[in-house]
Nanobody, 127 residues
């Protein structure tokens, strides 16, 4: 059974940094295309960043470009989201999502593209 578990959320001041982790059990991370999404209070869940299964291709939402970085550690079966220069508007519950992929380097931007989701981790940025 595949499980995704996020960690690393917390409270940080504006301008600070956090690194979120998404551990994958039941399968190796390098057979998944991965994505991070977030949901702020009273808003719909939105796309943050996506990575192809190899990690070669990535795509960032404009709102986080140049501040957030997705990366993988295949040995630890973990995907990371490094978040720098955080803003109060980054406050949200962050979710990682996975989609089994075995070839190609497609990136997936829609929630419906992903079949596996973590439980979410809260990120709060104070002003």
């Amino acid at each position: 059974q595949v499980q995704l578990v996020e960690s690393g959320g917390g409270l940080v001041q504006a301008g600070g940094s956090l690194r979120l982790s998404c551990g994958i059990s039941g399968r190796t991370v390098n057979s998944y295309a991965m994505g991070w999404f977030r949901q702020a209070p009273g808003k719909e869940r939105e796309f943050v960043v996506a990575s192809s299964w190899s990690g070669i291709n990535t795509y960032y939402a404009n709102s986080v470009k140049a501040r957030f970085t997705i990366s993988r550690d295949n040995a630890k079966n973990t995907v990371y989201l490094q978040m720098n220069s955080l803003k109060p508007e980054d406050t949200a519950v962050y979710y990682c999502a996975g989609r089994p992929e075995y070839s190609g380097d497609t990136i997936f931007l829609r929630e419906s593209d992903y079949g596996y989701w973590g439980q979410g981790t809260q990120v709060t940025v104070s002003s």
